[in-house]
C-alpha cells in the first residue's frame, strides 16, 4: 500500500518503520525540517532499541522515504496516518490543534478515495471532528478509523510487530477491509483484530491505560501500608499476582508512574468525564496517589539524613521515567532532584540514556552534574537514590560502592535489592513498602 505517516515523533516513526518492514511504501511526513533532514541520514531523535536499524533498512530498500511536504506525500497516499501529538491544556484536556491542521490539509490534498487513521491518543469524539475537517475541502471519498496504539516504550518496535491486539475503530465496509489487510502480516500467529465502533476504540485506549495506572498507585498506596503495619510488599505482590483473576503485571511499587501516556491520558481521561457531568472518582484518586507517591523517596531521605540536606551530594542512578528510553517527561527523577535542589542538596546523576534529555531540559546548573556511569555518581554521595530499574543497577560491587561512598545508605524506589544482603555489606538500605524500613 501506499502510506502516509504525518508526524515523525515516537509513535509516527515507528509506525512508519514497521509498516515498511512489512513491503509497505511509506511517506513520513513532518514539518519539522530539522528533524526530517536528521532522518533522511538515518538519525533517530529517540532512543527506541532496534528502531535505528529498522528505519536504517528500509530507507535503504526505498521503502521508507521522509519530507517535509505533508501535502504531497497525502496527494500520493491511499492510507493517511494522523500521529501528531496531542500534549495536555492546563485543565487536563488534550490539545487536538495539530490533529485537526492535519485533517484539514488532508482534506486539501488528497486526489483518491483514502482511509484516514487516528493514530494520536485522542479523546472520544475526535474522529468526528477529523471527519468534519476533512470534509469541508474533500473532493474524493473518505473513511476515517480510530486505531489506537499500545506501544510500550523501550518495546515498541516488538509490540507494533507483535501486538497482542489490534483495535480498530471502522465504520464502512472498505475501511474494515483496508485495515484488515494493512494489519494480516502482524496476527499471523492469531492475535486478534478486534473491529468496534469508532467512539469505542477511542475509549479503548484510555481506559486501558487508566486501568494499568490504577494497578500501580494501588500497589503504591498497599507499599506504603506495608511499612506502616510491618508487612513486606514483595510478599504481598507475590500473594495477590499468582491469583488468575489478578495476574503480576503491574504490580511493582514504586516512585509514582511518569511517561508520555499514563499521567496524560488518565488527565484527559478525567476531563472527559466532567465535560459529560459525569465522576470519576477512582482516576482522581489514581493521580493523587501517584502525585504524592512521587515525593516518597525524597521524604525517605529528608527522614533518613536529617532535617537539613543543605551541601548534602545526592547520587541518582536512572533519570528516564522508565529503562529503555531516554523520556524525562513526568518522570520520578524530575520531582526528587527539584526537591533536593530546593532543600540545597547538589545532586550527581546517571543514567544510560538519558543525560543529554536531562541536559536539555534543565541546562548547566552548579546543582548537578551529570555523570558517566554509576561509579562516577556515587563517588563522595551522602546518599544513594535509585529511580529507574536498569539492568546495569541490579548486581553492583557493595563493598565497592560502600567505599566509595560518604555515607552508605541507598533509597531504593524499585525494591531492587536484599535488604539482608545490603545489612550484611553494612549499607543502610531503605525501599518501598517493606517492614523492615522506617516508617518515613
Known amino acids: 500500500m501506499q502510506i502516509c505517516i504525518v508526524g515523525t515523533g515516537y509513535v509516527g516513526l515507528v509506525v512508519g518503520a514497521c509498516l515498511a518492514e512489512t513491503g509497505n511504501q511509506v511517506i513520513g511526513a ?82 483518491r478515495e483514502t482511509v484516514v487513521i487516528t493514530k494520536s491518543t485522542v479523546p472520544v469524539g475526535t474522529a468526528a471532528k477529523v471527519a468534519n475537517a476533512v470534509a469541508k475541502h474533500a473532493r474524493f471519498p473518505f473513511h476515517v478509523v ?22 480498530l475503530g471502522a465504520e464502512s465496509d472498505h475501511a474494515r477491509s483496508v485495515m484488515a489487510e494493512l494489519y494480516a502480516p502482524f ?30 498507585s494501588f500497589m503504591n498506596d498497599i507499599a506504603n501500608l506495608c511499612e506502616r503495619v510491618g508487612a513486606n510488599v514483595d510478599m504481598v505482590r507475590r500473594g495477590i499476582g499468582t491469583d488468575d483473576r489478578i495476574g503480576p503485571a503491574f504490580l511493582f511499587p514504586g516512585p ?3 511517561g508520555s ?13 466532567r465535560d459529560c457531568n459525569a465522576e470519576l472518582s477512582i482516576l482522581e484518586s489514581v ?28 547520587a541518582v542512578w536512572g533519570l528516564a521515567f522508565k529503562p529503555n528510553t531516554d523520556d524525562m517527561r513526568e518522570a520520578p527523577s524530575r520531582v526528587l532532584m527539584e526537591a533536593l535542589w530546593a532543600a540545597g542538596a547538589r545532586v550527581r546523576a546517571y543514567d544510560p540514556v538519558a543525560a543529554e534529555e536531562a541536559k536539555r531540559i534543565y541546562g548547566e546548573r552548579p546543582d548537578l552534574e551529570l555523570c558517566s ?37 541507598i533509597f531504593d524506589g524499585r525494591n531492587l535489592y536484599d535488604p539482608k544482603l545490603l545489612r550484611q555489606h553494612g549499607i543502610h538500605y531503605f525501599a518501598i513498602g517493606r517492614g523492615e524500613n522506617s516508617p518515613a
Not at 379 to 405: C, H, Q, Y
Open 30 to 111: 513532518d514539518v519539522d525540517s530539522t528533524k526530517i533532514y536528521a532522518l533522511k541520514q538515518s538519525i533517530i531523535p529517540i532512543y527506541e532499541p532496534g528502531l535505528d536499524r529498522l528505519v536504517e533498512r528500509n530507507q535503504s530498500a526505498g521503502r521508507l522515504t521522509f519530507t517535509t511536504d505533508v501535502a504531497a506525500a497525502v496527494a500520493k497516499s491511499e492510507v493517511v496516518f494522523i500521529a501528531v501529538g496531542t500534549p495536555p491544556d492546563e485543565d487536563g484536556s488534550a490539545d487536538l490543534r495539530h490533529v485537526l491542521a492535519v485533517a484539514d490539509v488532508v482534506g486539501r490534498s488528497m486526489a
Open 146 to 167: 480510530s486505531n489506537p496504539e499500545f506501544l510500550k516504550e523501550g518495546a515498541a518496535v516488538d509490540d507494533f510487530m507483535k501486538p497482542d491486539r489490534v483495535v
Open 187 to 216: 496476527v499471523r500467529t492469531g492475535k486478534p483484530i478486534i473491529f468496534m465502533d469508532v467512539a469505542s476504540a477511542e475509549m479503548t485506549k484510555y481506559a486501558a491505560n487508566a486501568m494499568l495506572a490504577t494497578r500501580i
Open 256 to 258: 509514582g508512574y511518569g
Open 261 to 273: 501516556c499514563f499521567p496524560k491520558d488518565v488527565k484527559a481521561l478525567v476531563k472527559t468525564a
Open 287 to 314: 493521580e493523587a496517589v501517584n502525585e504524592r507517591q512521587k515525593r516518597r523517596l525524597f521524604e525517605k531521605l529528608h527522614h533518613a539524613l536529617g532535617d537539613s540536606l543543605s551541601g548534602m551530594r545526592v
Open 373 to 409: 556511569n554509576v561509579t562516577e555518581a556515587v563517588n563522595g554521595a551522602d546518599a544513594l537514590a535509585i529511580v529507574t530499574e536498569w539492568r546495569e543497577f541490579r548486581s553492583p560491587d557493595f563493598d565497592e560502592l560502600k567505599k566509595a561512598m560518604r555515607e552508605p545508605a
